[in-house]
C-alpha cells in the first residue's frame, strides 16, 4: 500500500511517491496558495524578542554613519 500524506493546503490525500509532481501538495494550484503564504510572512517564525526601539535607531544611525564614511553615493544625494 503506498504511504499517503495530507495536502498541507486542502487537506487532500497525496500518493508520497515519484508519480507526484508536487508532493506534500495535491497540485501546482496548493503549491503556489502555499508559496504565496510564504511570501506574505504567513507561516514565520514568530520572534518573541521585544523591539527595542531606541536601540534599533541607534543601530541604523551606526550603519548609515559607516556607510557615509566608504563615500557611498546613496547617502550624499
Given amino acids: 500500500m503506498p504511504t ?3 495536502c498541507p493546503t486542502c487537506s487532500n490525500a497525496v500518493v508520497w511517491d515519484a508519480s507526484s509532481a508536487f508532493r506534500p501538495f495535491c497540485s501546482e494550484r496548493c503549491k503556489l496558495i502555499d508559496l504565496g503564504d510564504w511570501a506574505a510572512e504567513n507561516h514565520r517564525i514568530p520572534d518573541k524578542a521585544p523591539i527595542d526601539a531606541d536601540l534599533s535607531e541607534q543601530y541604523l544611525a ?3 554613519q ?4 566608504q563615500d557611498n553615493q546613496f547617502f550624499k544625494n
Avoid: G, R
Avoid at 559607516?66 to 564614511?69: G, K, M, T, V
Fill in 66 to 69: 559607516e556607510f557615509i564614511a
Fill in 4 to 6: 499517503t500524506v495530507k
Fill in 62 to 64: 551606526e550603519l548609515e
